[in-house]
């Protein structure tokens, strides 16, 4: 066990190294490099951060199916290669695409990229080929192309598999992203270390310095991750859950709560709404201390096995809780939770729990109006706009449970937002690989956001929240972001009903 634990640090250490590395070789010297270059050769646009395909970068967009470029004869083994047939190009889905709609490139809509998968599972397209990457990693995973496609195309599961054909573009990426998605993401320790980190950095003085004297521009994508840091509230260090919270009332169910990973330390307060909020609507809440990382952002990434072990683990804690339900408040989460019975459906060992799992996962608003909201009494007078965050939109097409909630809070606003089902181009750390892309999508959302005349935008996605309020921030606009659960607890008057040490209710 010791061991294991010495191998996790080593292995983050060697990551976080390669990491620095990795953004000191992107920020410094590749782009010292290009510019030399491009002195004496012109500049081709293709490959940079600004050559994405985004107008006016200067890179010949693969507008038409017939320029993919192909290689290779052999077919490869496609995992669910049978889905790509759904596919009949009708092209209903395109309008819905967030990457279409910014780039115009038939190779950047859904239709374009599972015509690019059907060709890498005959043969004719070598998943390593650089078009097929930029391509299936420009997507942001948000499966709104899933909700507008009328023969029912599983996308997302298309496009993870994809993922997961493609190999890594060096070993430096390689080792950084599994250090964090991998290692640092499931580790308590690493992560509540980041949670220091970050609250010391904000509140000794050395973020604002960083900000104003532009410190790490030389690295952009260093840069890029600092200045999405959202602003953290509460103590310096933040207290564990409670492993368990009785009903307020008669007890309709028990459930067991996934309080997330980096969202447990960013955003504590939100975990302490929804214990609050459902003990308050009659469940006994229990919260395994030695719960994992769910897995999605590793298998949105390609890397089915780190997912497929995280799964695993998850499913010995939670079973082990004997709960009714097993609750998240994140959308993304929430989701992956759901997928775990096709994630491990070809173990031998897994395949049944693993469905018995994902039929007792529940978002946070599903579950609250399957059993009933018990009304609650005290006046929130805010005027709020709500975002649907795509794992919950599309992922686990929860549309409506959300805003019945959110109308039944006493003295509550609600303005909906045009296009509120269009992603916010947070998507995972699609924000943090794709910067251009992700600011290009934040743009449209914020225009949209900003028209509202809201003060409060709700998103229930702690990746959404973060972009938003990084979005908010960088426009000067003062509007708080939240998730409905605050809000709930807040006319719950549950807030500050959890004590920080004991657990049981007040
Ligand atoms: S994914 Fe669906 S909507 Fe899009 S082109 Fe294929 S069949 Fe048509
Ligand atoms: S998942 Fe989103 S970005 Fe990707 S193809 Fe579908 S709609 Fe477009």
Redesign the pocket.
Known sequence: MKLKRVGVWVAVVIGATALVADYVYDGLLRRSLRRLLSVVRPETGDGDQAGDGLPGSGEPAVSNISEVPKSGETPIEFPNAELIR?????????PFCPTYNVLGVEMD???GR?YQMKLVAEGKLSPDNPHFHKHIYQCLDCRA??T??????Q?GRLVEAARSIIPPRSNVEEAARRAILAGALNSDPILAMIGLGSRLYQRSGLQSLVRSTGLLRPIPRLNRMESMLPELEGSLVVAPLPPIVRAEGRRRARVAFLSGCIAAQFFPQTNRSTIAVLAANGCDVLTPPDQGCCGALQNHSGDRETAKNFARHNIDVFERTGADYYVSNSAGCGSMLKEYGELLADDPLYAAPAAAFADKARDITELLVELGLRPPTHQVAVRATYQDACHLRHGQKIKDQPRELLAAIPGLEIVEMTRSEWCCGSAGIYNVTQPVLSESILEMKMENVIATGADTILAANPGCLIQLQHGLRERGVHMRAAHPVDLLAEAYGADERLDSNGGERK
């Open positions: 759904a596919c009949v190009h009708c092209g209903l889905c395109l809509s859904p239709r599972i192309c899933e507008a496609c009328p023969s029912g195309v996308y």
